[in-house]
């Protein structure tokens, strides 16, 4: 039985510290959001809301990229496109990415699959006692820091090798997780390619590794909600790591903010069949000395369905140092950003509440101005 809406502590306790989650919440027949999911007003997504300054730039951005162009005579013209997104919204969508249909299909299946299992069997993943260090189930960002709870539940998958991974990862999802990490980053080198390319830097084999280093794979459970109007599935952020790689179902609610134009302007980014987004991250933007900029996102939620979204991160090592590169530096004549340890940047990202891009203030070079 869930606890009363009205009694604040036990809600909580239910839902973050005994594993029911949100979906908990809705299986048990839930017909109001609960006060500790109400988001304020600034906060909330107003689906109605259209775009009034749409313009070329954004509009290629929805257009998915056909990747395996970039080995043919288009080469410029989809490097120019790659680019010129991560330069700008910091968001873009690829097909003929090299990672199967059937095994997108597959992800999504694996996904509901998790979250249908009884509470019970999921909770054996939380944090706290979790039995492997690799795998954590909950829901929310960090719900103890948030004001307003996110309407969203997950299980997130750190990669350290096929063996562990195999032996640790939920059955219900880890062969077809494993497969779309090993697909994926095969694309991501490409694209990371692409970017430090453009900025005239080469990165040898070991630098490449070492920024990417550090694979998730998340599995993002947002179930119907009786008040999508009210709530978030997750709140505005920016990820951390260097490329984020996501795959999305074919329900929607996934926003981006314009940096450019009118303030607190957001934009959907349609669910693509076939297609893959991919969003830079802040280390990108740090590395870039601020040319890429990293993508302020959010996600509603919805009334008609339960959704599911599958993303990969691809991060630094946590001993990794990442600041701007140097030559960048030298031809922009100042450092954005100071140089930082990644693993201190991780425990700062998952010590605060989603804010926006306020993460990146840890790195801000306050001498930059």
Known sequence: MAPSIDESNALFDFVVQKGNGVKG??????KVVPERYIQPPKERILIDKKIINSNDDIDQVLV??????????????????ITKAAETLGFFQVINHGVTLELLESLKGAAHNFFAQTPM??????????????????????PEKEMALEWKDYVSMMYTNDDEAHAQWPPQCKDVALEYLKSSTKMVRILLE?????LGATLDEEK???????????????PSCPNPELTVGVGRHSDMGTLTVLLQDGIGGLYVKLEQGVEDEWIEIPPIPG????????????LSNGRYKSAEHRVRTTSSESRVSVPLFATPKPSEKIGPLPQ????????????????????????KAHEGKKSLDFAQNDDSA
């Open 25 to 30: 919440l809705v299986d048990n027949g839930i």
């Open 64 to 81: 998915a990229i056909d990747l395996s162009k970039v080995h043919g005579p288009e080469h410029d013209q989809v490097v120019g496109t």
């Open 121 to 142: 069997e999921k909770a054996v993943y939380l944090k706290q006692v979790s039995p492997s260090p690799l795998v954590k189930y909950g829901t929310s960002f960090v």
């Open 194 to 198: 692409i970017l430090f390319e453009n």
């Open 208 to 222: 490449l590794e070492s920024l990417t280093g550090l694979k998730m794979v998340n599995m993002n459970f947002y």
């Open 275 to 286: 297609a893959l987004v991919i969003n830079v991250g802040d280390t990108m933007q740090i």
């Open 328 to 351: 960048l530096v030298e031809s922009d004549g100042v450092a954005h950003y100071k140089q930082v340890l990644f693993g201190d940047y991780m425990k700062n990202f998952f010590g």
